[in-house]
């Protein structure tokens, strides 16, 4: 239309379509595998105990893409800590790196895959998984494979294997990882794109509600009365001065908001005063 206002000299034509009259993208849905199917892929994939099968439950166990799989280094295993290791993903779709945490279970996948990858007659180049060709070709194989596994267990054969990443972020959430380190687990840029992945159903609101109205964060801690003995000397004026103020804010919050509960406002107010000054009578 602006080409059109332009070559025509008629400016009104630019303004004829309106950013608001286009209608809005149908909203992409988190598309997780369900629990059975989770369940039924993973004992399959443990089973077979293949070069396949050990490539998804490491996408599965971590969240990686199909891509970032296949450009894994063979010491894509890092040591951060006693006992801690963590998968070293290199540049990714996001053109972003990031470390993911794992545990002995996906150390010991990373094993079995180094093995694979000492049998495979390629020679060495660095790389977890032996190409035979173009990245492209190897990608093909690994999606062939989880379609002929899908058609042996009778499902669907439209589960691609993005979907794995989808539970791994659905599973981290509920797990009680933070958005934050799920966004970070995920290596996304923004908040919204980690909110494509997140199957949040009813029965995760369910349990935050019910988790918030056990513990609220947004209460004030109550103030605990001291439970030594008083001191003797000045030391114990301190103690008895600190203790009536305590009595004073736990009666004053029982109150309603009125008069009365500002004026104990004040006086608690002065009594923080008459222990400042009485602190300095303890310095020499």
Not at 39 to 59: A, I, K, P, S
Request: charged fraction near 25%; hydrophobic fraction near 40%; charge should be positive.
């Amino acid at each position: 239309m602006n080409e059109l206002a332009w070559t025509e000299q008629l400016p009104e034509l630019a303004h004829l379509l309106r950013r608001e009259d286009i209608p809005r993208a149908p909203q992409r849905l988190p598309r997780p595998l369900t629990a059975e199917q989770d369940q039924l892929l993973q004992q399959e994939f443990l089973r077979r105990n293949d070069l396949g099968g050990n490539v998804f439950l490491l996408m599965r166990h971590t969240g990686m893409r199909i891509g970032e799989c296949a450009d894994l280094s063979v010491d894509c295993l890092r040591s951060t800590g006693p006992n801690q290791w963590a998968i070293h993903v290199p540049l990714g779709k996001l053109k972003t790196e990031r470390m993911v945490p794992v545990d002995s279970f996906v150390r010991e996948l990373v094993q079995r895959l180094r093995f694979f990858r000492s049998l495979d007659p390629l020679p060495a180049d660095g790389r977890l998984l032996a190409r035979p060709g173009a990245k492209d070709t190897l990608l093909r194989n690994f999606r062939d494979y989880l379609h002929q596994v899908c058609h042996s267990l009778g499902l669907s054969t439209r589960i691609v294997p993005h979907q794995l990443r989808h539970s791994y972020a659905t599973e981290m959430l509920r797990a009680g990882v933070s958005f934050p380190a799920v966004m970070k687990l995920l290596g996304h840029l923004s908040p919204e794109m980690t909110m494509q992945y997140l199957d949040v159903v009813l029965t995760d609101l369910q349990r935050e509600f019910e988790l918030a109205r056990s513990k609220p964060r947004h209460l004030v801690p109550q103030p605990k009365a001291p439970s030594a003995p008083l001191r003797s000397g000045l030391n114990g004026v301190l103690d008895s001065l600190r203790t009536a103020q305590h009595v004073l804010e736990m009666f004053r919050r029982t109150l309603p908001n009125g008069v009365s509960r500002r004026r104990l406002d004040r006086l608690s107010n002065r009594l923080s005063k008459i222990l400042r000054e009485a602190r300095k009578l303890a310095s020499p």
